[in-house]
């Protein structure tokens, strides 16, 4: 598993209350992601980070923000949750280097009611 | 945005044969491709990968073929086992930015006995 680790693993969540999901990562990877994952989308990039306080927006970033203060942690929020962010949530490192394959977490299960 | 997709979302083999899932992508500029297993409650999990500079990878049991002419990707998974029932995910990256993966949808490997 690459040492990932997300928390929670499930969470159930009311509509319009923030939400904030962690991965964390314990061999100093300079790269992480978030991806959603819904049927009949596949994994859809939420945001990304490639260091230190350094991120960026992916397809679906609307209505997600995220933080990484520092290397092995990789915060994902959902500032306001809506029942169209109920989805299972997975985080990945990649080991650095162009052509380098992600390595994903276990997943978070977020249902928002 | 383009996008990477399959063919059929559910392939069904006997075991003991051997297994071809198939992959088409549209981004002429995509030069690394991966292939991921995902079992039933757990994250994607790396198979094999290839760089655009190839035609065929082979590992353990498994072989990727990329036709860059079609945009076509192929997993042929030989001697098909029960253990390989899972849901099979290509994924595509153009150049080495700190950018994350588009994927498929995805094909759900049935074993039959």
């Known amino acids: 598993d690459a040492g990932i680790t997300q928390s929670p693993r499930h969470k159930v969540t009311e509509t319009g209350t923030p939400v904030t999901l962690r991965c964390h990562q314990t061999e100093n990877h300079r790269y992480m992601y978030w991806y959603r994952q819904d049927p009949g989308h596949g994994l859809r990039l939420i945001h990304y980070s490639y260091g230190v306080k350094d991120t960026d927006k992916g397809e679906v970033s609307d209505g997600y923000s995220v933080s990484r203060s520092k290397t092995e942690d990789f915060l994902l929020t959902l500032e306001s949750a809506t029942s169209s962010q109920t989805s299972v949530y997975f985080c990945a490192i990649r080991l650095g280097g162009a052509g380098t394959e992600a390595f994903f977490g276990q997943g978070t299960r977020l249902t928002v009611v | 945005g383009e996008s990477v997709g399959l063919h059929l979302p559910t392939l069904s083999v006997q075991e003991g044969d051997n297994s071809i899932i198939n992959c088409a992508y549209s981004?002429?500029?995509?030069?690394?491709f991966i292939w991921y297993k995902q079992e039933s409650g757990k994250g994607p999990q790396f198979i094999i990968d290839?760089?655009?500079?190839?035609d065929k990878r082979q590992g353990q049991r498994v072989t990727v073929l990329l036709n860059k002419t079609v945009k076509h990707l192929s997993l042929q998974i030989a001697a098909t086992q029960p253990g390989d029932s899972a849901v099979y995910f290509c994924a595509e990256k153009s150049g080495g930015g700190a950018d994350g993966l588009t994927f498929g949808k995805g094909t759900h490997l049935i074993i039959q006995p």
């Open positions: 981004n002429s500029a995509s030069d690394y």
């Open positions: 290839i760089r655009s500079n190839m």
